[in-house]
């Protein structure tokens, strides 16, 4: 069957593919628009010398900041950070609190960024708040103590989770394109097997 075949068949059985293709831009949009995507929230923190440490040895204190930022990251899925979050929000335990968030380092950088996904988003917004505070106490008892008490380390928040907020809510329209292009696909091949068909019941009624 050529090409050419295949668009005449299309042609005579319009209405089949017309309604399928209806159905399906439909049933794809009806999907994306009942679908519940995760709110993700964003908090964001800084480390940098603290004013004692830049009495001190400010470069000492840079390079240590530097090096520590994979081991800061890591720290921030522990017991140590987790425990006091889930407690004050009765999450249930640290590792399913542990599934809600996420934590990212840019390259060369001394920030930390918590992003927490729930499908509530003041919760999210809290979670990811709570956790940014958690780990900022915990960054600091971590630390080294310069002489005279204290931390190296000055830990600030530069980003509220509440400013930092995303629904990931699927595209209705897109996902309706996405099942007409279904709908479309499987109309024109219902039609060929059936216009294929057709010949070998008319021999198989004349034996």
């Known amino acids: ?21 209806v159905a399906g831009a439909i049933l794809g949009g009806g999907i994306a628009a009942r679908a519940n995507t995760d709110y993700s929230a964003t908090a964001s923190l800084i480390i940098n010398p603290s004013a004692s440490a830049a009495r001190s040895d400010l470069s000492a204190t ?5 090096t ?19 407690d004050r929000l009765n999450v249930g335990s640290d590792e399913s609190l542990d599934s809600k968030i996420t ?37 600091r ?25 995303s629904h990931g809510q699927a595209s209705p329209v897109i996902a309706a394109l ?8 499987l109309s024109v091949t219902a039609v060929r097997v059936s216009e294929l068909a ?3 019941r008319r021999s198989s009624s004349r034996t």
């Open 62 to 66: 840079s390079t240590y900041i530097q």
């Open 68 to 86: 520590r930022m994979e081991t800061f990251r890591s720290l921030a899925t522990t017991a140590k950070v987790l425990t006091p979050v889930r």
């Open 178 to 185: 996405i099942g007409a292009v279904i709908g479309l696909a």
């Open 1 to 21: 069957m050529t090409f050419a075949d295949i668009i005449r068949i299309v042609v005579r059985r319009w209405p089949i593919v017309l309604a399928m293709t």
């Open 103 to 139: 934590v990212d380092v840019p390259t060369n950088s001394a920030i930390i960024s918590i992003t927490a996904q729930d499908p509530d988003r003041d919760r999210a917004v809290t979670i990811a708040d709570s956790v940014i505070s958690s780990l900022t106490t915990a960054i």
């Open 198 to 200: 057709r010949p070998r």
């Open 141 to 165: 008892e971590v630390s080294p103590a310069p002489q005279g008490g204290g931390s190296i380390v000055d830990v600030a928040v530069i980003q509220g989770a509440g400013d930092g907020v």
